[in-house]
């Protein structure tokens, strides 16, 4: 119980709860939309879920200092990699927290003369970037893991493994199937790098969607919104989950 009021506490805690909740609407409207006799309770699920994004607003108008915050912080990363996709996601995000602040003060009626599709597509757009930064940063680390376990493997050819390397010595590296087998490894072994991962390519369906690069439907990106919104509960809950920056 201590626990759960700990994060809720946390403006990044009540975000997620509250993303999870939108998605969760989202996703049962579409599921039920169709069906006999659910008018009303479908309506009433696209109203909460119009709640929660208003309320989600509310909690992210600081946000911006804490993109900021972050991309001084990722300037320091001794690898350039890493440095340069965390520094322009960090950048793109801040921008993106703008975009959306001023989306809020039109929503509120402060500012009703702004123009709605433009700034959403603006945000959109820099969401989408910042997400593309943070996949090439996780392909990037499992890229040098893979690397570092075909070392490993070659480095250790005539000695005793341990159960682990010999996963990898039954592998052969000149294969799809033995590539993906390698990368199930990896990312087993590594669950921040792939929780991460998860993540950011569940919150793509979104702004592919937005955008119209790849069309889907309400109830996939809903889906992705839960599954994404899931794993942000679990690495707040357990920061060891977290990948590192």
Known sequence: MEGFVDFTNRSQGRDQLFRATQYTCMLLSYLLE????????????????????????MFRLGNMVHALVAARRTTQLPDVVPRFCLT?????????????????????????????????????????????????????????????????????????????????????HDSLPSFLLLLFQILKRHPPLLLDMVKNLCDLSSPLDALGIYKTNPGVIGFCGLISSLVGILTLASPHLKLKQ
Not at 34 to 57: F, I, P
């Open 88 to 172: 322009t996601s960090n950048l793109t995000r801040a921008l993106y927290f703008i975009c959306d602040a001023v989306l809020w003060l039109r929503s509120v009626g402060l500012q009703p003369d702004i123009d709605k599709q433009k700034w959403r597509n603006w945000a959109t757009k820099c969401y989408y970037f910042s997400l593309l930064m943070n996949l090439a940063r996780d392909w990037y680390e499992i890229s040098w893991r893979l690397e570092q376990a075909i070392q490993k493997k070659k480095t250790k050819e005539n000695s005793s493994w341990d159960k682990e390397d010999q996963e990898l010595n039954c592998l052969k």
């Open 34 to 57: 169709h069906k006999a006799d659910t008018e009303k309770l479908v309506m009433k699920l696209k109203q909460l879920e119009s709640s929660m994004s208003s309320g989600r607003k």
